[in-house]
């Protein structure tokens, strides 16, 4: 059995808060910080000052590019 990677992006994977998720009512930002995801609503005023809000496609492809 292979082991997990422990990368910043396995221990976010690790560790999304789903519930954080369906109580802040919009789609999640895929955002990597440090070993956490971004997880805030797509509305949250926030982004564009922060970081630019990054959805799931986004990510995978990211990951996809990096593999190629």
Known sequence: MQQ???TPLDKALENIDWE???FNGGPPCFH?????FCLRAERWAGHEVM????PLAELI????????
């Open 51 to 54: 970081h630019a809000y990054k």
């Open 4 to 6: 997990p990677n422990n």
């Open 32 to 36: 990597l910080e440090g070993n956490k």
């Open 20 to 22: 954080q998720v369906v």
């Open 61 to 68: 492809k990211d990951v996809r590019n990096e593999h190629e």
